[in-house]
């Protein structure tokens, strides 16, 4: 099935050359025909990565050992192919990982636990690893560092458009790159991490200060999106660093300070590529975002966003461009966390419409019911109780969801 | 918009009368036009009731009424609405409750708190009390032992078809009865209670143990059904017990060998009842039934089974007749419930396919795509951790739920 690009598509931005990073992408064959489908990275010495990944208790081949490799702290290559997500696949699954790996690795002379792994696509099926293998070498000599964009092509599976974000950031006196792909549009629900997203920078910064930054930015970013409440079995989120930028020395005690624009910079970066997502959900037409406020924590405050997000009812009510208040209540009450029906207010596109457990006197739908015929709906929910809040992001529930997903094996 | 039957409908039982219990409806006009919307029941002195009800934190003010009337455990009286739930309607919503409560009783000469009240249909619209009051003293008149059927009809919003289900059972050597009437279809994921359920019988049981029939029933039917993972805001289930039938006398102390049969029969109501909802689950195709075994708990297994009844891409890929068990793979990892990917096995209409963390070897489809043909599939997960085991229903998600719930207020 040709699926159409997705209204709410941006257009892919100019991705400059990051020192220290280099990939080559390739139409292996392992399920689709005529479009690459495989793309290695390689990274140069002394680049050290981390990683975020799905909490689903059923974690494909690839998730097992990126978790595994990332102990070490240093990465020399990512392979990464789509069309088949190498889960649930067993011995056979996991033989495949340490066969790419080892053939990875003899390719660009480093250890076969600096190659890390990700796969996406159909879960069950064997990954045709010879096929793979029979790959890399054409991959290990094109690699070039002007091929983000079709890094970008090539990992996608149901998306409709490739997602990349760039940006600079100043550490001390010197500039440095961020680099992201992503992937990403059915069975996103992200539990810590999500979906395929690959970052790679130029500044050296060491494994742990980076694992920290990684997960501080993920959690306001990937962990906020939700397509349709599926946390799959293969989400991964990279972030490397070749450590090719001369900056001021990066240690576990350096003054915050130092890396604040660099943080500011990353989470821009994870931002741009998880709302790309959510723009990319399987059968979009509506981009919604979701602020919580009043909540007595910011844990509560996004439980109750992502409850939001992921009612049905509630996102068929927006592909409906109806302005259907009473289902975000019924979607704050079904939560489970704190709420107070009679402290609760909401607004959609600015204006409110239910306050304090009953509909604002004198509410005229008519600038509501404008706002939802737009491509981008925002909700506004307080609970009156605290100073948590959240920001969730998702888009509506449509036929071509039903489509894509009633025969996307077959 | 009319909607067509559900093609997993099921003919309307035959409804005996039941002693102490009469019922009539008619067209009040809250909403609906041309449709019996408005419900009476009149119950015989010394009925005792019991109840369970939505853990939506924000519920319909007839959901505080029952809450609270329930405390006395007699009942007298029991008016039900359809097309206005009552839902975020502030204190214009309390008032409408009192004044009905209020009218019916001086009506029945009863007191107030023994007059339940249950209201179904949209979200935050005041409901009109003086057309509800209006009408009580023609239903009040027009009382009669034989309109179950009636009643049935009267309850319904988006259901397709009405639902009703009746059982005998013996209590010492008296015969008893129990009749019971559900209405649901959207909204649909009770948590210890779910939508509106009615059920009746002759026997002489106080409260108390009333109650707890009640509640042990229901965990087994009513909240093993999920159709879209929304909680609604009104679920309502109450047992009213009239005292008619000559049995030998029911206490808190009793040998459970008394009342088994009675508890066997009222869990054969409420699974009648359980499973009409999920066979009326708006857009339904396909009625599903999932059964899981081997889980740490059977909590853990009822919470394993409602993620994969959840699951949009289950059951898309159900309505897409594609037994796509790395989805259901997904779904229980998506749990977060104990699970073991190594130690996990999928059946689907009795053919297993996947077993410990991988394909069956020589696994043939033929048999399982002719089963995902039919109107009934049933899915089974083996978790091959422990003893705990649950079954749950759900239906299919098609694009007529969409096209219902996009337009459903408007």
Request: hydrophobic share 45%; charged share 20%.
């Amino acid at each position: 099935m040709a699926l159409a690009v997705s209204p709410l598509a941006l257009p892919l931005p100019a991705m400059p050359a990051l020192p220290g990073a280099e990939t080559a992408s390739t139409a292996a064959g392992i399920r689709y025909k005529a479009r690459e489908d495989m793309t290695l990275f390689r990274f140069a010495t002394g680049t050290t990565v981390a990683g975020v990944f799905t909490r689903n208790r059923c974690p494909g081949a690839p998730v097992d050992w990126c978790r595994a490799a990332l102990k070490g702290g240093k990465a020399r290559a990512l392979v990464v192919n789509a069309g088949n997500s190498n889960v649930f696949t067993g011995k056979a699954g996991r033989e495949t990982c340490e066969r790419t790996a080892a053939e990875t690795a003899a390719l660009l002379g480093c250890k076969p636990r600096e190659v890390f792994i990700a796969s996406t696509g159909v879960i069950g099926e064997r990954l045709p690893t010879d096929v793979l293998l029979a790959a890399l070498p054409g991959l290990a000599q094109g690699v070039a560092a002007d091929n983000w964009a079709g890094a970008a092509r090539a990992i996608m599976t149901t998306d409709t458009f490739p997602k990349a974000a760039s940006r600079q950031a100043r550490i001390g006196d010197a500039v440095v790159t961020i680099n992201g792909i992503a992937k990403g549009s059915g069975m996103i629900a992200p539990d810590m991490a999500t979906m395929l997203a690959f970052i790679a920078t130029d500044a050296k910064i060491p494994a742990p200060v980076l694992q920290k930054l990684l997960s501080r930015a993920n959690a306001t970013t990937f962990n906020c999106v939700t397509v349709d409440s599926d946390t799959s079995t293969s989400d991964t989120v990279l972030l490397f660093a070749t450590g090719q930028a001369k900056h001021p020395r990066v240690a576990a005690d350096s003054p915050p300070a130092l890396l604040r624009d660099f943080a500011r910079a990353l989470h821009a970066v994870l931002h741009d590529l998880a709302l790309m997502v959510a723009r990319d959900g399987e059968g979009a037409q509506k981009l919604v975002t979701i602020h919580v406020t009043g909540a007595v924590s910011g844990k509560s405050a996004h439980r109750v966003g992502m409850a939001i997000a992921n009612s049905p009812l509630v996102k068929t009510a927006i592909a409906g461009e109806d302005a259907n208040w009473g289902r975000i209540v019924m979607a704050v009450g079904k939560a489970g966390e704190p709420a107070d029906r009679d402290k609760l207010s909401v607004a959609v596109g600015g204006v409110w419409m239910a306050r304090e457990g009953g509909v604002v006197p004198d509410y005229d739908e008519t600038p509501v019911a404008a706002h939802m015929k737009g491509r981008e709906v925002e909700i506004t929910v307080d609970l009156g109780l605290g100073r948590g809040k959240a920001t969730v992001w998702t888009c509506d529930l449509t036929h071509a969801y039903i489509d894509i997903n009633g025969s996307y094996r077959s």
